[in-house]
Every structure is written in C-alpha cells, then in structure tokens.
C-alpha cells in the first residue's frame, strides 16, 4: 500500500477534494481521522465530483439502538464524531474501493466509528456500488452543514496488484 | 456576514494543496444532498416509531387475551 497523499486540516474547512488520482493503481484506500465543528454527524462522500447514482446498505449501532437500512437518495452518506461529542476526539475510519480505474460498477466498503463522553460509542458500516463506469480521477468529503474541524486528516493510499513482489498476477 | 464554506484541493499529480470558497452550484447540491438525507432519515424514524407502536398495540392485545409476558416473549422473540 502506498501513500498518494494525506491532508491534515490546518483551518477547518466543508470539503476535502483529492484530485489528479494516479491510474496505475489497483485498488484505493482512503483512511481517515475527523471531526464536525456542527451539530450533525453526517458527510457526504463524492466520487469525479459527482454525489449520484451511488445505492447504500448500512449497519449503525449506537447505545440503544442498532439498526440497517438501504438508502435509496442516491449519494453515500457516513458518520463522524460532532461538535458536542468527547473533546478532541476523532473518528477512526476507512474506505476501499477495489478495481477504481476499471470501467465496471464500483463497489465500496466503509467503516467509522466515534465515541461520545464514555456513554455513546458508535459504528457504522457500509456498503455502497457506485454506478459509473467512469475511472475514478477525484475523491471528495464534503460536510453537510459546518465544516470539518482544524486537525482532521484524510490520507490516500493505493494498492497495486503484485506490487509486493510475492503475488504474481497475470 | 457568513463566510462562504470552504473547499481544500489536494492536487495528487502535483501535491499542492489550495483552499476555495464552494461555488453556488457546490452549495446548491450540498444542500440538495443534505435535504435527501434528512428526509429519508425522518421516513426511516418514522417507519421505526410505527412498528414500535404496532409491537405495543399488540402486546397489549396478547396480554389481553390472558398470554403472560413470557408466554409473549415466546412466541415473538
């Protein structure tokens, strides 16, 4: 797995767009460590720009209350800590997206959690297609409302089929 | 005045980093986006409370047919 490029807030900001995506990668993987300055949990996640034509299934537990459900609004919504929960805390999360230069369907897996002053702790799981046959050249985070507070980080990674020298592929 | 949200650019191909104000048409679509969501999250909520009302209502009904609570349990779980 290699580091194409990580982003750590200096002044907190709505939007996270990673463009100009290298295309000699197989899979991509993006890690992420953020925080909601709002009262909302919630961020979008865009692939080329575009928060369409993505269909989701997910898994949410949180104290009280797990549930699941299919998402049917058409973009790909997940999880992060908000403004009133522990201090300085971030999510811990991660998102793979195999064969991202292909000119299939692309599938997604997602995971997050956070924590909420030692009463709440929560999870989310998600998996999305995304329905473009489209190379994936950009991969964008866009809070709903507010912004993603100073010190949130995104890092970009990719995976390269045989590149560790071990697996041949033909 | 609000200051108009901001979007960070990380250029992959170069590794330069810039910060813009979000367009109109940003701001239009994450509206969009926001209010698609909350609408589906009210009508998920909202299908929940119902079926929580309707396992009451029909607890209440068991229970008045003279089913005890674990002879209930039993028989939904």
Same mark, same amino acid.
């Given at each position: 797995m290699e580091l194409i490029e990580s982003k750590t807030l200096g002044t907190a900001a709505a939007s996270i767009e990673f463009t100009?995506?290298?295309?000699?990668?197989?899979d991509l993987v993006a890690l992420y460590s953020i925080r909601a300055t709002a009262d909302t949990d919630t961020f979008n996640f865009k692939l080329n720009g575009s928060s369409s034509n993505f269909t989701q299934r997910y898994l949410r537990a949180e104290v009280g209350s797990v549930n699941s459900a299919a998402r049917s609004d058409d973009d790909f919504v997940t999880s992060m800590p908000k403004s009133?929960?522990?201090? &300085?805390t971030f999510s811990n999360g991660s998102l793979y997206i195999p &064969?991202?230069?292909?000119?299939s369907n692309k599938s997604i897996s997602e995971d997050t959690v956070s924590e909420n002053n030692a009463t709440d702790g929560r999870l989310k799981i998600n998996a999305a297609l995304w329905s473009n046959s489209a190379a994936i050249t950009s991969m964008t985070f866009e809070a709903f409302t507010g912004n993603f507070a100073t010190g949130s980080t995104i890092s970009l990674y990719k995976i390269t089929k045989g590149s560790d020298g071990i697996v041949t592929t033909s | 005045m609000t200051d108009t949200p901001t979007k960070v650019i990380v250029?992959?191909?170069?590794?330069e980093s810039t910060t813009v104000p979000l367009t109109a048409e940003e701001l239009a679509q994450r509206e969009t986006d926001r209010l698609a969501y909350e609408a589906q999250e009210a009508e998920r909520k909202a299908a929940e409370e119902a079926k929580e009302t309707a396992k009451a209502s029909a607890n209440a009904k068991l229970k008045a047919l003279g089913l005890t609570d674990s002879e209930i349990a039993a028989i939904t779980a």
């Open positions: 100009s995506i290298p295309q000699d990668g197989t009133g929960f522990t201090a &300085n &064969n991202y230069t292909s000119s | 250029d992959c191909a170069t590794g």
